[in-house]
């Protein structure tokens, strides 16, 4: 992550060049494979990522792994070696959809007639070939842990391939031939990798210029480089008082610096209060002002490993 100023120290140029990522593709495709294409069509199909289609800064083709399936009942699980609960996704199905998509030109998309019976000539003894035109991203729980550093770094590519696994997961052989990447959404388990992928598409995209309206775009949410990676304070809209709570006046007062130096604040405050560990972060990265270093001794908070660091017990 770049080191930076905070945003309320940069000057208009130097927003306007930083909210454009650096090395930022125009447009990123994805390719989808997955058993169940049919759970993406109403998330895609709303909102930012609708409207990112429509400037065709967003490109996704979902790829039906079942399609790639050649037996009589298109099977594409099986019962795991050794016994135990559960089924494991069979790696010829997954390992044909994935080498002959991404051996064709960007957007391919196999045609419906084809599927199961049709399908392109594919040699499953071959070694899958070194060198793919995209990274080939496993979804799993065991994958390393996605965040806003790996979604700014993923933007970076025109072209991924999302694999996502269903049932007990997939043949481990998936993993260690055809897979480049591994990424988690948390330590939790899903049923499948289709809400992760779809998490992934959404934070990716939203980072590409252009996605989002205003122009900042996500330059200033939780965890950027806007905000040296700690989190957004909170946020105000009309009415000025709901229930008897007031909108802090600061933010009706019309000076934009009083303004910016309270919300630098409360997301200092806010992340010592959620999330100290970014805090210690950003200051070891180089990433708080003095002034922010200032504030934060007044709460309390001193970089962790100073020679007057509170003792554990206080
Ligand atoms: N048996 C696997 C394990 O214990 O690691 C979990 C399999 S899970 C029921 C089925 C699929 O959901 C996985 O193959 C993966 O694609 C997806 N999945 C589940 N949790 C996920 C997570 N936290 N992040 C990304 N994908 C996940």
Not at 43 to 54: G, V
Not at 146 to 172: I, M, P, T, W
Not at 308 to 313: E, I, R, T, Y
């Amino acid at each position: 992550m770049a080191q930076g100023k905070v945003l309320e120290q940069r000057t208009d140029d130097e927003i306007d060049k930083a909210c454009v990522q650096e090395e930022a593709p125009d447009a990123i495709h994805f390719d989808v494979f997955t058993l169940f294409p049919s759970m993406f069509t109403g998330p895609l199909s709303e909102s930012i990522l609708a409207r990112a289609q429509k400037k065709d800064i967003l490109t996704i083709t979902l790829h039906n792994i079942r399609d790639y399936a050649t037996d009589r009942h298109h099977t594409c699980d099986g019962y795991p070696y050794g016994g135990g609960g559960g089924m494991v996704m069979r790696p010829e199905p997954v390992a044909r959809a994935v080498e002959t998509v991404l051996n064709r030109p960007q957007g391919w998309q196999l045609p419906e007639a084809s599927a199961h019976f049709d399908l392109p000539a594919w040699e499953p003894d071959k070694p899958p070939v070194a060198g793919h035109p995209a990274p080939v991203v496993l979804l799993t729980p065991q994958g390393r842990r996605f965040n806003q550093d790996v979604a700014a770094e993923l933007s970076k590519h025109s072209r991924l391939a999302l694999v996502c696994g269903r049932y007990e997961g997939v043949d481990e052989r998936i993993r260690t031939q055809l897979i480049t990447d591994e990424l988690s959404i948390g330590d939790f388990v899903l049923s499948g990798g289709e809400f992760a992928a779809l998490a992934i598409i959404d934070a990716v995209t939203r980072l590409l210029p252009g996605v989002l309206g205003h122009e900042t775009g996500a330059y200033n949410d939780s965890f950027s480089d806007g905000l040296s990676g700690i989190l957004e304070g909170p946020q105000f809209t009309r009415p000025p008082e709901f229930r008897g709570e007031s909108v802090p006046e600061v933010l009706t007062s019309g000076h934009h610096a009083n303004v910016q130096r309270w919300r630098r604040q409360q997301s200092l405050l806010r992340t010592l209060e959620r999330r100290p560990d970014l805090l210690a972060l950003a200051c070891e990265t180089g990433r708080l002002t003095p002034e922010d270093l200032l504030f934060l001794s007044r709460q309390g908070w001193r970089p962790p490993g100073s020679s007057d660091d509170p003792l554990p017990n206080g």
